[in-house]
């Protein structure tokens, strides 16, 4: 796990270069505190930097920027190669003799693009990463990014056809001849997801490589560097749609046994490392059945890894602590404080150096802070819900469309105005009466999404933080990509998998835990087992209203059922408490007209409008005002507010 950078067609003096280099590094030295590379090729104006977080072999033979043995390629790369030691045989059936000069997984990938070429490569590889190879030969750099994003990848474009790349976006600010602009469409893009999507960024003229995808920049004959090709090598799209129309032909319990052996051999791939190495354990279906599984094929005892707060509904450390002790983990807790939490909020944007508002990055990054300590990987859950329609949501919205969208335009519009008439504190008050928590918001919610014309738009306004034009007049356009070839949940899934989870789960992760020097691994983003979960029917993932069905049913043969049957619990923070007590004067400071204009980027009057609201209890806007904290905050680490 490592941070990566570079100039393409940049001429500055050697000086120059080597300023930026040395910048670079210091800017990526948290992705890569071990060991710092760098390559530079003045003829062809091409410079490659490196830093290094080492797992696997763990020697200088590890370090990059690395060259093929044929020395026609030059690579930096961030990740891993889970099936390297595989691809190595396969290699020396088609070369013999082959010389390894190292045991790391990057050699592996340079000597497979050297025998069997780049695209053949990329469809063997299983793992997580971003790669940049320069071809001597064909005089172009790659830049790759892996099937779902889980590593991180950004692309600047400067005048003069010259181009930058590197781990972090903030390794730009580097360069003085960046403009730090604004994107507009990005900020539009935080404001209604709580993230920037790919391949957005909040910075015009630097995009994000896309997930799955190949993007070559090649010399051309007036000696400038072009942006040539943007291939697609992998799409989850294309293969939801094969999967639903050519589904699993066993039986279920043919299924359970299939899958449970297929994360056997996931697992086993994940958990090679030269490095301490650990789970991220919840108590919930996802991380229990990594730690049920890996627990079974380690030659070794495993460390999990919890974290609990005071407040009871958020504290998911007790389950965790149940299914550590059945299962015999050494297991370890942060018994969080508040203060603890609250201390990171202004830590927030030196962690993810664009705006990010998802509250859990908090807890997962404390998470990181203790796992750290004992380990150097971890394994975690994320996409197990994405894969195995886990959220309720999904079920929510699929029942519950058919119900708020029936009936005439003019009907649901007046219905929706009506609802509007009653004050929600009003609503919230009558609720309690009711047991109804937060009817108020709820209704007023219901008032929104029952004016939607199809399931993609009331999908979209379900997990929306803003509509559209309302906190900033630029409107989003990213949408969703729902499929006639798909049914509903199914088209949920996708739309989660093709955004919420390359931009706010995996973002989410690798910055909290490469803030920390601490390597990630997702077993569920293993390709085949995307395949796999693509081909189950709809009543194999989701039974009685409950998702995640077969998960359910292999986990059961090795954790007791009641210690994992329990409504799903989210990841997150009692922000609407914190708000109104420990965080109150902080909030009142940021939105203040002196930090938010009425004529800013954002509508300042309505910021402080829904904050008044929120003190007064009039109504919970906990996840509309974290975003625009979250942005405040991110203005205050670039010194646009005291």
Known sequence: MCG???????????NQISDIIKKFQSSLHHRGPDNKGYWVSKK?????????????????????????SCDRYTISFNGEIYNHLEIRTILNSYKKNIFW???SDTETLLESFSILGIDETLKIIRGMFAIAVYDKKNKEINLIRDRYGEKPLYLLKLKNQIFAFSSDIIAFS???EFSLSLDLQGLACFFQRGYIAAPLSIWKNVKKIMPGTKTTISLGKDRKYYLSKEEKYWSIKDNAIYGQKNLYQGTYEEGKKDLENLFFEILKGQSLSDVPLGIFLSGGIDSSLIAALLKKISPSNIRTFSIGFENEMYDESKYA?????????????LHAKSADALRLVEEMPKVYSEPFADSSQIPTTLLSILAKK???VALCGDGGDELFSGYTRYIFANNSFKYFTMGPNLVRHTLSRIIKMFPPEVLNSFGKYLKVNRLGDKSYKASEIIVSQNLEDYYDKLISYWPNETIVSTKNTIKYEFSKELGNIENMMLADQLSYLPNDILVKGDRAAMSQSLETRSPFLDHHLSDFAWSTPLEWRIKNNKGKQILRDILYKHVPKKLIDRPKQGFGLPVNEWIRGPLKDWAINLVDKKNLPKDGFINGELARKILNEHLSHKRNWDYRLWPILMWQQWNIERGNIK
């Open 4 to 14: 990566i950078a570079g100039l393409i067609g940049w001429t500055g003096t050697e």
């Open 44 to 68: 062809e104006m091409i410079s490659l930097v490196h830093t290094r977080l080492s797992i696997l072999d763990l020697s200088k033979s590890g370090n990059q920027p690395m060259h093929s």
């Open 174 to 176: 580097d360069i003085k």
């Open 321 to 333: 602590e149940a299914v550590a002790n059945h299962l015999k983990t050494e297991h370890i807790t």
């Open 101 to 103: 000069k190292s045991t």
């Open 374 to 376: 004992y380990v150097t």
